[in-house]
């Protein structure tokens, strides 16, 4: 299974972009999959994720400003990203477990074991 993303670039603060993830095989983890970033210098972090019942859980500082949806008849996972700041810097990740299953976002139960090779979001202000 391969992910990539695409979609990154360069923008100023209060811009949008949109981010977007496409697998190679096992399309169907698309339901369940999520995005996370890493900024220089500091580990990786959760961004935004969504289940195959269509929950969603978002890092607390991009509530309100980034939205993760799934398109089935494309299987294609998106990031939506607006009002963006200089703290939203970082490499773009898209995940996915090996399988769905419903609840278990909520329990934490996702191993995320495919990963893409990274789009770059860079924020200026």
């Known amino acids: 299974v391969q992910l990539a993303e695409s979609g990154g670039g360069s923008v100023e603060a209060g811009g949008s972009l949109r981010l977007s993830c496409t697998s190679s095989?096992?399309?169907?983890?698309?339901?369940?999959s999520g995005w996370f970033r890493q900024a220089a210098g500091k580990e990786r972090e959760q961004v935004a994720l969504i289940d195959s019942d269509g929950t969603t859980k978002y890092a607390e500082s991009v509530k309100g400003r980034f939205t993760v949806s799934n398109d089935n008849a494309k299987q294609t996972l998106y990031l939506q990203m607006d009002n963006l700041n200089p703290e939203d810097t970082a490499m773009y990740y898209c995940?996915?477990?090996?399988?769905?299953?419903?609840?278990?976002?909520?329990?934490?139960?996702?191993?995320?074991?495919?990963w893409g090779q990274g789009t770059q979001v860079t924020v200026s202000s």
């Open positions: 995940a996915a477990p090996d399988y769905c299953s419903g609840g278990y976002l909520q329990a934490g139960l996702y191993d995320y074991r495919f």
């Open positions: 095989g096992y399309v169907h983890i698309m339901y369940c």
